[in-house]
T-cell receptor
């Protein structure tokens, strides 16, 4: 299996909350990231969390980390059509700190 | 300037051609990366340059040849590619190797006929 797994698609209604989930296999992961890729654009770092944290909030974004279950989630409050994009979960380990990516979750926001 | 610029955006080449992908950043970053992304797959690391020296080669076939002429430029030379090498090639940079905040370009979509 892959090191980082996420579901491929999520569809939500505008104004609702979106929750994108990710699981990873390496218990020595040090940093966990969420990147966003809009159509025709490069990947953009949205937020990251240290492995010794449980939660991080940044405006409409909330990241939750369950280290025991190796589960990471990204909650987007009040989802807007402009949030439609592919969201990549990634992890890195001490030493290289180079992210290893999941396949990405395509978020579709409809009116 | 927080951009990583990749050219060309699209490239079609035959299996006997020689071509190059180019990447440029002017953020003063000292680490630059090549990733390969196939449809519905995660970006996969190919090469990392740190301070203009190749620091990581993820066992990439020699038909892909990276080059870092200076700290702002990263090239990927392509020769004798196979159709299965068709993919989106993403360039990224970071302040140094060791920070996970990578800044990505839009990618070069390569088709090998």
């Amino acid at each position: 299996g892959e090191d980082v797994e996420q579901s491929l698609f999520l569809s939500v209604r505008e104004g609702d909350s979106s929750v994108i989930n990710c699981t990873y296999t390496d218990s020595s992961s040090t940093y966990l990231y969420w990147y966003k890729q809009e159509p025709g654009a490069g990947l953009q770092l949205l937020t990251y969390i240290f492995s010794n944290m449980d939660m991080k909030q940044d405006q409409r974004l909330t990241v939750l980390l369950n280290k025991k279950d190796k589960h990471l989630s990204l909650r987007i409050a009040d989802t807007q059509t402009g949030d439609s994009a592919i969201y990549f979960c990634a992890e890195s380990q001490g030493g290289s700190y180079i992210p290893t990516f999941g396949r990405g979750t395509s978020l579709i926001v409809h009116p | 300037d927080t951009e990583v610029t990749q050219t060309p955006k699209h490239l079609v080449m035959g299996m006997t051609n020689k071509k190059s992908l180019k990447c440029e950043q002017h953020m003063g970053h000292r680490a630059m990366y090549w990733y390969k992304q196939k449809a519905k797959k995660p970006p996969e690391l190919m090469f990392v340059y740190s301070y203009e020296k190749l620091s990581i080669n993820e066992s990439v076939p020699s038909r892909f040849s990276p080059e870092c002429p200076n700290s702002s430029l990263l090239n990927l030379h392509l020769h004798a590619l196979q159709p299965e090498d068709s993919a989106l090639y993403l360039c990224a940079s970071s302040l140094g190797q060791g920070t996970g905040e990578l800044f990505f370009g839009e990618g070069s979509r390569l088709t090998v006929l």
